[in-house]
């Protein structure tokens, strides 16, 4: 059974950063893809970031691109989101998931597509 643990969410002023782990356990995660989605009050789940964990492949969401940056570490079996340049429209509570490996770039982004979820963590980004 995989399992997801999301930690490093807080509360932070605007233009500031904040680094969220995601610690994965249960698997050998090479034939596995890693996302970031996140959620705010009244609106839907929304990609942030995914990562492949067999060759450290990134794909981003426009929304994010240039700021955020998703990464693995195999060693210590997690994947981090650094983000940077934090703006009040990013505040939500932020999910890492995995699945089983897709190139299908509407498949990573899908998040419906995923079977494996965190509890969540909580970024609040004040103006």
């Known amino acids: 059974q995989v399992q997801l643990v999301e930690s490093g969410g807080g509360l932070v002023q605007a233009g500031g950063s904040l680094r969220l782990s995601c610690a994965a356990s249960?698997?050998?995660?090479?034939?596995?893809?890693f996302g970031w989605f996140r959620q705010a009050p009244g609106k839907e789940r929304e990609f942030v970031a995914a990562?492949?964990?067999?060759?450290?492949?990134?794909y981003y969401a426009d929304s994010v691109k240039g700021r955020f940056t998703i990464s693995r570490d195999n060693a210590k079996n997690t994947v981090s989101l650094q983000m940077n340049s934090l703006k009040p429209e990013d505040t939500a509570v932020y999910y890492c998931?995995?699945?089983?490996?897709?190139?299908?770039?509407?498949?990573?982004?899908?998040?419906?597509?995923?079977?494996?979820w965190g509890q969540g963590t909580q970024v609040t980004v004040s103006s």
């Open positions: 998931a995995a699945r089983l490996n897709t190139w299908v770039i509407a498949v990573v982004i899908n998040s419906i597509r995923y079977d494996w």
């Open positions: 249960g698997r050998t995660f090479s034939s596995y893809v």
């Open positions: 990562i492949w964990w067999r060759d450290g492949r990134t």
